[in-house]
Structure formats: structure tokens, C-alpha cells
């Protein structure tokens, strides 16, 4: 079955800080995607990442970087020095190819990013 | 327009209304979905359109009645709701099976029952 697990509810971080949220997932296919995505007070869902499991390579995007693990099954993000406009929910997500057409969420971790 | 929209941004309901949500998407996008987010639960997956057919319905009550008339516009007709159905609604497209089903979302509607 697929799942996937944020164990961090909420973060609480002073500006500037470095802060990884966690992100660990579970599926029987061989071939699958990741993602994070950021939700604003404003409610959208925006994208910041998409992965597939044949490319473990770390990503790097300005003060965003991402480490994805096949091993531990894992994707973990990295903000640093956050910032307040920073502060949203993040969630991450699992699509398999053989369900396209399904995009599975963790529960989200709410981050605040104290001024 | 750019990307999802969707209206109304919120809405306040009797149980006994009959509404509906309005998404569309400007992404040329072929597969169009609506989620229900709760207080401190995953976002529910609700409903799949893809090429305007309904792939997917997991399990919704019939309280909920989707509709797409096309490619870019995707519908949820809501009537005789319970309070429980108080949650925000998000609507996605995405191009189908490429780049991973990678969708975009709208903002949301914020939706209560009284």
C-alpha cells in the first residue's frame, strides 16, 4: 500500500535558521515520483519539486535543497535561513505510475518562521 | 486567467442548499481532480476527470455530484450536506501520466455547513 508520513506536525523556527522537514514514504513499485509542495495562507498548493525514483540525486533550488534516499525511503527538504515568507504548511507527496492518476499526501508539517 | 481558478473562494451553506463549485484551468491540461482538505487530515482525493471521463471516485458520498463538461472546467454540485462536509475543496489538473502527474492547484474554496 502506499503512504506517506510527515512526523513533524509543527515546526517553530527563529529567522535564519536551517530547518528539514521530514518525509518518509512507502510503496511496492519500482518506479514512482515524489513531491513537496507549499501551502500558503492563502490556501494554493504550490509546487516546489517533483523527483523520480531513478534520480537520487540531491537538488539544490536557491535556499531550498532536497535529499531523496531510496534506502530509508525517504525525501527529506531543507530550508536555509528561512525566512517568514517561508512560514505555510509543506506536504509531501507519492505517485505511482501504475496510479497515475492518484497523488498521495503526508499530512503536512506547519512551519512558522519566528521574525 | 493563469493556472486553476476556482469560485467561489468561500462559502456558508444550510444543509438543505444546493450549490456548486466552479474550477477552471487555463493550463491546457487534460485531467482535472477535486480534493477535500480537513483540519489535520491528508488531502482526500475525491474525484479524477481525465479527457473529461471520471477515472476515479473514491468512495464519495452522493451528496457530491462532479461534473466536466470539458477539458477545462470541472464542476462540484453539492446539495443536502452535513456539517461534517465543512472543509476547504481544492481543485488540480495536470497533464495526465507525464512529468509524473505533477498537478497545479487552484486556491480553494472554503466551504461551511451550518
Known amino acids: 500500500a502506499q503512504k506517506v508520513t510527515q512526523a513533524q506536525t509543527e515546526i517553530s523556527v527563529v529567522e535564519k535558521e536551517d530547518v528539514t522537514l521530514d518525509c518518509v514514504y512507502e510503496?511496492?513499485?519500482?518506479?514512482?515520483?515524489l513531491f513537496w509542495y507549499k501551502q500558503p495562507p492563502s490556501g494554493e498548493l504550490v509546487f516546489l519539486i517533483r523527483r523520480n525514483s531513478f534520480d537520487e540525486q540531491n537538488e539544490i533550488s536557491g535556499r531550498y535543497s532536497w535529499n531523496f534516499q531510496k534506502s530509508t525511503s525517504s525525501f527529506n527538504f531543507t530550508i536555509t535561513a528561512s525566512q517568514v515568507v517561508d512560514s505555510a504548511v509543506y506536504f509531501c507527496a507519492l505517485s505511482e505510475v501504475k496510479r497515475a492518476n492518484n497523488l498521495f499526501f503526508g499530512t503536512g508539517t506547519r512551519l512558522t518562521v519566528i521574525p | 486567467e493563469t493556472g486553476v481558478t476556482q469560485t467561489p473562494r468561500h462559502l456558508v451553506m444550510g444543509m438543505t442548499n444546493k450549490k456548486s463549485l466552479k474550477c477552471e484551468q487555463h493550463l491546457g491540461h487534460n485531467a482535472m481532480y477535486w480534493y477535500k482538505q480537513s483540519a489535520k487530515k491528508p488531502l482526500e482525493l475525491m474525484f479524477v476527470y481525465s479527457l473529461e471521463e471520471r477515472v476515479e471516485n473514491n468512495s464519495v458520498p452522493s451528496r457530491f455530484s462532479p461534473e466536466c463538461p470539458n477539458s477545462s472546467h470541472l464542476f462540484l454540485h453539492l446539495h443536502t450536506l452535513q456539517p461534517e462536509d465543512s472543509a476547504l475543496y481544492l481543485c488540480?489538473?495536470?497533464?495526465?501520466?507525464?512529468?509524473?502527474?505533477?498537478?497545479?492547484f487552484g486556491p480553494g474554496t472554503r466551504l461551511t455547513v451550518l
Open positions: 488540480a489538473s495536470s497533464q495526465g501520466r507525464d512529468r509524473g502527474n505533477e498537478q497545479f
Open positions: 510503496t511496492r513499485d519500482t518506479t514512482y515520483y
